[in-house]
């Protein structure tokens, strides 16, 4: 079975850090995405950062420069880094896994079929 669980939300002023972790169990896969989504009230799921199972990553246009993903195999753990974070960083963050092929990961929620429950991150001005 499956199970991915986030972690690491939280309350922050606005240019504070948090750094979030998605472990994962029970996945195994050669070729992958991992992907960090957030969503906020009233708004559409939306990607916020991929990693490939090559190394290569992706980040949506508004978190660029701010936002790192990374992840340990060893931990089976993967992490977003985030600083500066600002207002509208503020969301319930999840992390999703699918299998892939070669292509860039893509920011499709329909795509993945794996996912966590969720962390909130609240950013204060």
């Known amino acids: 079975q499956v199970r991915l669980e986030e972690s690491g939300g939280g309350s922050v002023q606005s240019g504070g850090s948090l750094r979030l972790s998605c472990t994962t169990s029970?996945?195994?896969?050669?070729?992958?995405?991992l992907a960090w989504f957030r969503q906020a009230p009233g708004k559409e799921r939306e990607g916020v950062a991929s990693?490939?199972?090559?190394?290569?990553?992706k980040y949506t246009n508004s978190v660029k420069g701010r936002f790192t993903i990374s992840q340990d195999n060893a931990r089976n753990t993967l992490y977003l880094q985030m600083e500066s974070l600002k207002p509208d960083d503020t969301a319930m963050y999840f992390c999703?896994?699918?299998?892939?092929?070669?292509?860039?990961?893509?920011?499709?929620?329909?795509?993945?079929?794996?996912w966590g429950q969720g962390t909130q991150v609240t950013v204060s001005s």
């Open positions: 999703a896994a699918a299998n892939w092929g070669t292509a860039e990961c893509q920011f499709i929620p329909l795509i993945f079929p794996f």
């Open positions: 029970g996945y195994y896969s050669s070729r992958y995405c």
């Open positions: 990693i490939h199972s090559d190394g290569r990553t």
